[in-house]
C-alpha cells in the first residue's frame, strides 16, 4: 500500500501527524508493507524568505494575538508532540519559508 502525505517542515502538526501513522502502521502489524511517500506543502507562502523573527512573533503578528496567548497556545502542541515521542521547543524554533527546501530533501524522510 502506498500512502501519500502532504506537509511542511515547519508544519509541528504535520509532524505530529507523521508519527502517528508510523505508530499506527507498526502497530497494526504492516511494518515494511507500507510505503509513505510525504509530499511537500508550502504552508504560508507569505513567511518571509530571509525572517529572523520567533515563531512566537510570527504567530502573533499572524493571528492578532498577544505573545502570552500564543505560548499558551503552543502548550497543547508541545504536550500532544510529547505523546507521540517528540520534543518541541518553541523557545528556539525561528520563522522559516520553507519553498527553497521543498524539493529534494523531502526526499530524507519518506521511510516509514
Not at 45 to 68: A, F, I, R, V, W
Not at 75 to 88: M, N
Request: charge should be negative.
Amino acid at each position: 500500500m502506498k500512502v501519500e502525505v502532504w506537509s511542511d517542515f515547519v508544519c509541528p502538526f504535520c509532524y505530529i501527524g507523521k508519527r502517528q501513522l508510523e505508530i499506527a502502521i507498526r502497530d497494526l502489524g504492516y511494518a515494511g508493507q507500507v510505503e509513505v511517500e510525504l509530499k511537500s506543502f508550502l504552508l504560508d507562502p507569505t513567511t518571509d524568505e530571509n525572517s529572523n523573527e520567533s515563531t512566537y512573533e510570527h504567530l502573533s503578528k499572524k493571528y492578532g494575538m498577544p505573545l502570552d496567548e500564543v505560548k499558551k497556545m503552543t502548550e497543547s502542541v508541545v504536550q500532544r508532540a510529547k505523546e507521540v515521542g517528540l520534543q518541541y521547543n518553541f523557545e528556539q524554533l525561528k520563522t522559516a519559508n520553507t519553498l527553497k527546501a521543498r524539493n529534494d530533501n523531502l526526499n530524507l524522510y519518506t521511510n516509514a
